[in-house]
């Protein structure tokens, strides 16, 4: 407060002629310059992201014309030739995302009703911010534990028990080298599980009280007060979650390029090396030659660019409900 | 029900037993998802520090990479270039973003602030690799070599939506009774956000800042090919320059023995001081709200 003392009076001026204030007057009071220099931040982001999806699509002019919608059906990925076909990233990057998906919502949703329907709220804060923590965790680094720790112990461990048990199934078959579609996913399940449990608790802890005491007052266990009550209230918000959580496995770069094993193939076993959008990018963008070749690598930005942004604007819209919630009380 | 319970409300009460077993197991189920998940960030930190602390010694803060196949050295390179490309992510991402997110806090409305609120969350949701593409087509082509500049301003996009969003939901939290109190003395609107407004929500804005430094400062996927990497000091701005995380990637994925060890200890000292920096905040957040209760 003592700093409000230190600025000037504001002048009277304003009273007398409101209309009738000159440009400089205007400028004195501070508010029109405020207003100019805030407004033109918020543009400079409208044009950053007006910018960028423009040179995305003016910079794959080239690849888009040669291949059209082709492009997105075929899977004949050769540089040397200068044949360009998206078609195997597209379904390395989907088949990892939604594998990722199905390890990680299950876990998330219960780790998110645990800490708010279960413990205590000293003990759900602690561990929630642990878990955000792991959020903070660099992909990087999860790609370097994926290369040096995951990757053994799926190989001696886990995969072996697979195949033993569902061996049977496509999708275990074949020789395990480590790098997988598998792999990739478990790594991709760890890093979205923390934006699933943290998005999911808050939904849940935003669940009005007289919606559990309703039932618990039927004399509900705290199980069915917590499956049949207050999930349902909250299911928007928890599919917003996990909307989010595949938008960013979908782009995530790092972490897959380290574990997927980068050969740009279609297979029905998951345990075999794949390819995804974002990674073919990382991998080949420094050393791709040839003006056809970088304009199918931007391209491919381009059709990643594109999905996370419909899976964003689904998630937004799942969210949009809960906000208004949020910000009536 | 009630009749039942009239008779005998031993026998028929509710919840029947087969009920009371479900409880317990779902119950314990759930818990046992929360283990598993922070026991994965135990486990990480775990052998992170194992890890990384064993391999790490002064050299490494000190010294120049030395060519593959020989060991020793270290990353004083990627150290100094992680801090410049974080310098300078700052100087474009904190004055746009947090700018931004006072318009849309004190000044917008209508559909022109949906608009920035929509893009904002558009641009917070692009992936880091495509940001990186961007950022090449942008700066690297026309200059036709890669630069800390590049880089620099990759980070920098990345800031801005966050600084945004923290910016607007902190000074949207200092209430309105302040914004009155400030115009009633006389004050002009202008006056009221520099001198009031933006002082009570300081604190959540440098916290924001800090927790965006701590997400951009592990960011790899945009810095491929715009600060690109180097082997040497890398002066000014103008050419490519190491960075912590591209140097953690390319020494994972290579096959020399000598340089996992140093992509451990690049990984340990990264992350030491992404958590350290994500718990002072943390820390000054709740110091902040404590205060504001009483």
Redesign the interface.
């Known amino acids: 407060m003592a700093s409000t003392a230190t600025t000037p009076p504001a002048p009277s001026s304003a009273q007398d002629a409101p209309e009738k204030l000159s440009l400089l007057e205007k400028f004195k009071k501070g508010d029109e310059a405020a207003f100019l220099i805030t407004f033109a931040s918020a543009l400079t982001i409208i044009l950053i992201t007006c910018l960028l999806v423009q040179r995305l699509w003016a910079d794959s002019a080239l690849s888009r014309h040669a291949f059209g919608w082709h492009f997105l059906a075929s899977s004949d990925w050769d540089p040397v030739n200068d044949q360009y076909g998206a078609l195997p990233f597209i379904y390395g990057t989907v088949l990892t995302a939604f594998l990722a998906l199905i390890i990680a919502v299950p876990v998330g949703m219960g780790a998110a009703i645990f800490l708010a329907e279960l413990a205590p709220r000293k003990l759900s804060n602690v561990l929630t911010f642990m878990i955000e923590l792991l959020a903070a965790v660099p992909s990087v680094i999860y790609g370097l534990l994926g290369i040096f720790v995951l990757l053994p112990i799926l190989r001696d461990r886990i995969v072996p028990v697979l195949q033993g048990v569902f061996g049977f199934l496509p999708i275990f078959k074949g020789a395990f080298y480590g790098v997988s579609y598998f792999s990739a996913a478990c790594v991709l399940a760890i890093m979205i599980v923390p934006f699933i449990v943290s998005i999911s608790r808050e939904v849940l802890l935003a669940v009005p009280q007289s919606q559990r005491e309703a039932m618990m007052a039927l004399g509900a266990t705290k199980w069915d007060v917590t499956w049949k009550s207050v999930v349902p209230y909250a299911q928007r918000g928890m599919a917003g979650s996990i909307f989010l959580a595949l938008a960013r496995a979908l782009g995530e770069t790092m972490a897959v390029t380290m574990v997927i094993g980068n050969v740009p193939s279609i297979t029905a076993s998951l345990l075999s090396p794949g390819y995804t959008i974002a990674a073919v990018i990382a991998n080949e963008f420094t050393e791709a030659t040839g003006d056809l070749y970088v304009n199918a690598l931007i391209e491919l930005a381009l059709v990643l660019f594109a999905v996370t942004m419909i899976i964003n604007a689904l998630a937004r819209l799942l969210m949009l409900g809960m906000k208004s919630q949020e910000t009536a009380h | 029900m009630s009749r039942a319970r009239a008779n005998s409300p031993r026998a028929h009460a ?2 029947p037993p087969h ?2 077993v ?2 317990v197991v ?2 314990t ?6 283990l ?3 026991s ?3 486990f ?1 930190l775990g ?2 520090v194992w890890n990384g602390a064993r391999s790490l010694s002064w050299n490494f803060f000190t010294k120049l990479p030395v060519p593959a196949g020989q060991t020793g050295g270290g990353m004083a390179n990627a150290i100094v270039g992680s801090a410049k490309l974080l310098l300078l992510a700052s100087a474009i991402g904190v ?6 997110g ?3 806090a ?3 409305k209508g559909w ?1 602030s949906f ?2 609120r929509y ?5 917070n ?7 990186g ?2 950022v ?3 700066i690297v082509i026309p200059q036709h070599h890669f630069s800390t500049l590049a880089g620099g301003v990759a980070l920098g ?1 990345m800031m ?2 966050i600084a ?1 969003r923290s910016t607007d939901e902190f000074l949207r939290a200092v209430p309105n009774t302040l914004r009155e109190g ?1 115009l009633a ?7 009221t ?4 407004i933006i ?1 009570a929500a300081m604190q959540g804005i440098v916290t924001g800042i800090m927790l965006n430094l ?2 951009v ?5 945009p810095l ?2 715009t600060a ?1 990497g180097n082997q040497f000091w890398s002066s000014g701005w103008n050419g490519p320059t190491a960075s912590l ?1 591209v140097v ?2 390319n020494y ?2 290579s096959p020399y023995e000598d340089w ?1 060890r140093q ?2 200890a690049a ?1 340990f000292v ?2 030491s001081g ?2 350290l920096t ?1 718990i002072v905040a ?1 820390l000054l957040v709740s110091g902040r709200r404590s205060t504001s209760r009483s």
């Open positions: 509710y919840p009920k009371k479900i409880n779902m119950l189920l759930t818990g046992l998802c929360a598993l998940v922070v994965v960030l135990l990480i052998y992170l004055p746009i973003g947090v700018l931004g006072v318009y849309l004190e000044f917008g022109f608009a920035v893009t904002t969350d558009l641009l949701g692009v992936p880091s690799i495509v940001i593409i961007f090449y087509t942008l996009i801005i939506p945004l400030g003395l006389g004050a002009s609107k202008a006056q956000v520099v001198t009031v002082p701590a997400r400062a592990g960011e790899t996927a491929l090919f690109f995380p953690i990637f994972a994925i996992h992509a451990w990984g990264l992350l992404i958590f994500n943390r």
